[in-house]
T-cell receptor, first 115, second 111 residues
Framework: GAGVSQSPRYKVTKRGQDVALRCDPI?????LYWYRQALGQGPEFLTY????????KSGLPNDRFSAERPEGSISTLTIQRTEQRDSAMYRC?????????????FGQGTRLTVV | TQLLEQSPQFLSIQEGENLTVYCNSS?????LQWYRQEPGEGPVLLVT?????EVKKLKRLTFQFGDARKDSSLHITAAQPGDTGLYLC???????????FGQGTRLTINP
């Protein structure tokens, strides 16, 4: 596609439910990143993939959070047993190649609200 | 503890004024990037600086990478309302591919 696409744009869920957030990166982009962003703050790193391999998941807050990218394209971030503190904007980004200093293209994000 | 510290966190000035925002770290970065984010949108890359002491210009925006590659600055000349946004610096953590961000500078340019 023309840009990074995330769905849904907005998700309201009840505490304790599982949610799956989808990211469709720019076609052909090798690397895919997940971030969480509080209002007015910088993105906080969660995890990233090169192709289908998860390279670093050190930013995932706890074991309720997981991510996959099984075919090296679309990625899903799953949050199990959601809690109110999980409410945030979740952003996905992709870049055309691996390596340091490459440009990351961001999607519009998924606003998750846990009630 | 924030790896990249940005200052000021908020800045509100009048159209036509000049301003500088800073991004500082105690760690050395192989490169730093500056992004601008507008409400409801994701961050968009403005520039990447890779060499200590490097200066890059993008119209009225001037970016500088510190000689020791621990800090960077963004200077805007004759600010315009269209410059309003959240400015973010980012860099690869410990030389790896993982990109970490500062907390941002919220800039408002008043007409």
């Amino acid at each position: 596609g023309a840009g990074v696409s995330q769905s849904p744009r907005y998700k309201v869920t009840k505490r304790g439910q599982d949610v799956a957030l989808r990211c469709d990166p720019i076609s052909g982009h090798v690397s895919l990143y997940w971030y969480r962003q509080a209002l007015g703050q910088g993105p906080e790193f969660l995890t990233y993939f090169n192709y289908e391999a998860q390279q670093d998941k050190s930013g995932l807050p706890n074991d309720r959070f997981s991510a996959e990218r099984p075919e090296g394209s679309i990625s899903t971030l799953t949050i199990q047993r959601t809690e109110q503190r999980d409410s945030a904007m979740y952003r996905c980004a992709s870049s055309s190649r691996r390596g340091v200093g490459t440009e990351a293209f961001f999607g519009q994000g998924t606003r998750l609200t846990v009630v | 503890t924030q790896l990249l510290e940005q200052s000021p966190q908020f800045l509100s000035i009048q159209e036509g004024e000049n301003l500088t925002v800073y991004c500082n770290s105690s760690s050395v970065f192989s490169s730093l990037q500056w992004y601008r984010q507008e409400p409801g949108e994701g961050p968009v890359l403005l520039v990447t600086v890779v060499t200590g002491g490097e200066v890059k210009k993008l119209k009225r925006l001037t970016f500088q990478f510190g000689d020791a590659r621990k800090d960077s600055s963004l200077h805007i000349t004759a600010a315009q309302p269209g410059d309003t946004g959240l400015y973010l610096c980012a860099g690869p953590f410990q030389g790896a591919q993982k990109l970490v961000f500062g907390q941002g500078t919220r800039l408002t340019i008043n007409p």
